[in-house]
């Protein structure tokens, strides 16, 4: 059973469009997360929920919006997408408790635009 | 400004010896330190973390120490395996925040 899992796998797509990624944990987590790792593979932060609450949003571009229906599922909508927006995205999950913060990654989703 | 450095990006080792991958840290409100692996087209997998209250875990074949006044942690693989080869990622957060910050990087590679 896949853990944290997200489609596409895959995503080539023209700048200008719109386009979703989802992201499904059945862990029972309670909190979520979109990551970026850019061309220089650094892993950065985007957004995070709790319960479907917005606990984190870093400096992103307001183009990018996380929705949560539900503390199992994470989504990532993107608006008018640019070549910069070009990374594999990382959702991930975990159990905030006793201090400790291991976080669950989902395989990424590779995202090019053209 | 980067607040978790893995200052060597590669690291080249001979099967059954250590492995010994460093990171750096300069935020001292970091609490918690994880390590994670990722093969490639893979998303990182969690190996192992250690509470700023300790200065060493163990788990297996993997140790972690840490060193506060240094703000430096390692992760030690023995023995090494080729199935160890990988991107080892550093990882911390702060006391009370679950926002993860991490390093660069560090490609392992061990060879028979």
């Known amino acids: 059973d896949t853990a944290v899992s997200q489609t596409p796998k895959y995503l080539v797509t023209q700048m200008g469009n719109d386009k979703s990624i989802k992201c499904e944990q059945n862990?029972?987590?309670?909190?979520m997360y979109w990551y970026k790792q850019d061309s220089k593979k650094f892993l950065k932060i985007m957004f995070s929920?709790?319960?479907?609450?917005?606990?984190i949003n870093e400096t992103v571009p307001n183009r990018f919006s996380p929705k949560s229906p539900d503390k199992a599922h994470l989504n990532l909508h993107i608006n008018s997408l640019e070549l910069g927006d070009s990374a594999v995205y990382f959702c991930?999950?975990?159990?905030?408790?006793?201090?400790?913060?291991?976080?669950?990654f989902g395989p990424g989703t590779r995202l090019t635009v053209t | 400004d980067q607040q978790v450095k893995q200052n060597s990006p590669s690291l080249s080792v001979q099967e059954g010896r250590i492995s010994i991958l460093n990171c750096d840290y300069t935020?001292?409100?970091?609490?918690?330190f994880l390590w994670y692996k990722k093969y490639p087209a893979e998303g990182p997998t969690f190996l192992i973390s250690?509470?700023?209250?300790?200065d060493k875990n163990e788990d297996g074949r993997f140790t972690v120490f840490l060193n506060k006044s240094a703000k430096h942690l390692s992760l030690h693989i023995v023995p090494s395996q080729p199935g160890d080869s990988a991107v080892y990622f550093c990882?911390?957060?702060?006391?009370?925040?679950?926002?993860?910050?991490f390093g660069t990087g560090t490609r392992l590679q061990v060879f028979p």
């Open positions: 991930a999950s975990s159990h905030i408790s006793g201090g400790s913060y291991e976080q669950y």
């Open positions: 862990l029972g987590h309670d909190t």
């Open positions: 929920y709790n319960n479907k609450e917005l606990i």
């Open positions: 935020n001292s409100m970091f609490d918690y």
């Open positions: 250690i509470s700023s209250i300790k």
């Open positions: 990882a911390a957060s702060a006391f009370n925040t679950d926002k993860l910050i």
